[in-house]
């Protein structure tokens, strides 16, 4: 089964703090992730803290379209652990 986001903060610049429903949490930075058609324009740093979490997917998405899924972020996450 497959954690579900349940909890997010803005932590700076292009950081969020991310909480998953089985209790794993931590901060990702995504400054390194900000690439591509659809990334490339959070990085204007108002538009990358409009990021919400989207009640029927739990993806961390964005007014532009992009997003991201909870697998991806927990990869980042144990990759900072």
Do not use: C
């Not at 931590?26 to 690439?35: F, K, M, S």
């Not at 108002?46 to 989207?54: A, E, I």
């Not at 029927?56 to 900072?80: C, H, S, Y």
Request: hydrophobic share 45%.
């Amino acid at each position: 089964m497959i954690s579900k986001i349940v909890k997010l903060e803005h932590a700076g610049a292009y950081a969020i703090r991310v909480r998953f429903d089985d209790g794993i949490e931590g901060e990702i930075d995504l400054a390194q992730e900000l690439e591509g058609e659809m990334f490339e324009p959070l990085r204007d740093p108002k538009l990358f803290g409009q990021f919400r979490l989207d009640p029927d997917t739990r993806t961390i998405v964005w007014p532009n379209g992009a997003d991201l899924a909870p697998e991806f972020v927990r990869q980042i996450l144990r990759a900072v652990a």
